[in-house]
């Protein structure tokens, strides 16, 4: 549903309006991430349905990300994303990205699932760049180091 809307954000504005508003009213980018706060204190996820939740939250971020819409962008910064799932993909170097795809068909069905979604995050900025030629807005020097 979240996937239709920002697909076809300029045939339905006022739907798209309504999805920025409510995530920015209620916070939701931020609560989902903070359910990350343990992997990034360093805790791994306890159990497979663990992994598979907290890949769901970086899909969530990889979704509105690739709208490339500067409102969406805007809450994403708000949330702090770009650190939580920069600091993610450092635990997890070896693991390469994943087609966003495969994330929303099913992130149970990818080994490492939060891994593979966090490279495929950083992945995405950085071909973001590569293709644009300029940053993207949510790279900050941090995720470069």
Request: with cysteine; net charge neutral.
């Amino acid at each position: 549903m979240l996937a239709a809307v920002l697909t076809h954000r300029h045939t339905k504005p006022r739907l798209f309006e309504q999805l920025v508003s409510a995530l920015q009213r209620d916070c939701t980018v931020a609560r989902e991430l903070a359910r990350l706060s343990s992997v990034v204190a360093g805790t791994p996820p306890r159990n497979v349905r663990d992994e598979a939740l907290y890949a769901s939250v970086v899909t969530l971020v990889l979704l509105l990300d690739s709208a490339r819409e500067d409102r969406l962008w805007q809450v994403l910064l708000e949330a702090d994303a770009p650190r939580v799932l920069s600091e993610i993909h450092r635990q997890f170097p070896e693991l390469p990205p994943v087609p966003l795809a495969k994330l929303l068909e099913g992130e149970h069905l990818v080994q490492r699932p939060l891994g593979r979604a966090a490279a495929t995050f950083v992945a995405g900025v950085s071909e973001y760049e590569r293709v644009h030629g300029v940053s993207h807005p949510l790279m900050s020097a941090g995720m470069r180091s």
